[in-house]
């Protein structure tokens, strides 16, 4: 089992920058893809980023790209996810996921772990 816990988010103007970190606890998150997701009130969990074990794949949602960067530091088991640029769109509970494969995929189904969440909200 892999436990996961998000931190980082908060309520932020648009324009700003937060960054969120997802902590591995249990098992390590050696071998295995990671991945953010987000949740907004009444809509379906929507892929983010992911990024594989070694850290030289990534993937970013194209509502994302070139604001957002995935990375990852295995010594720490942590998984982060910098944002730039937040826009009020951003707005989300923000979900960290592992699983069990190193294969980046884009289906939130397919990861094989959450954690619970981290609150992001961006004021216009």
């Known amino acids: 089992q892999v436990q996961l816990v998000e931190s980082g988010g908060g309520l932020v103007q648009a324009g700003a920058s937060l960054r969120l970190s997802c902590a591995a606890s249990?098992?390590?998150?050696?071998?295995?893809?990671m991945g953010w997701s987000r949740q907004a009130p009444g809509q379906d969990r929507e892929f983010v980023a992911a990024?594989?074990?070694?850290?030289?794949?990534?993937d970013y949602s194209s509502s994302v790209k070139g604001r957002f960067t995935i990375s990852r530091l295995n010594a720490k088991n942590t998984v982060y996810l910098q944002m730039i640029g937040l826009k009020p769109e951003d707005t989300a509970v923000y979900y960290c996921a592992a699983r069990i494969q190193n294969s980046i995929v884009r289906v939130p189904s397919l990861y094989d772990y959450w954690g619970q969440g981290t609150q992001v909200t961006v004021s216009s």
């Open positions: 249990g098992r390590t998150l050696s071998s295995r893809a």
């Open positions: 990024i594989t074990w070694s850290g030289s794949g990534t």
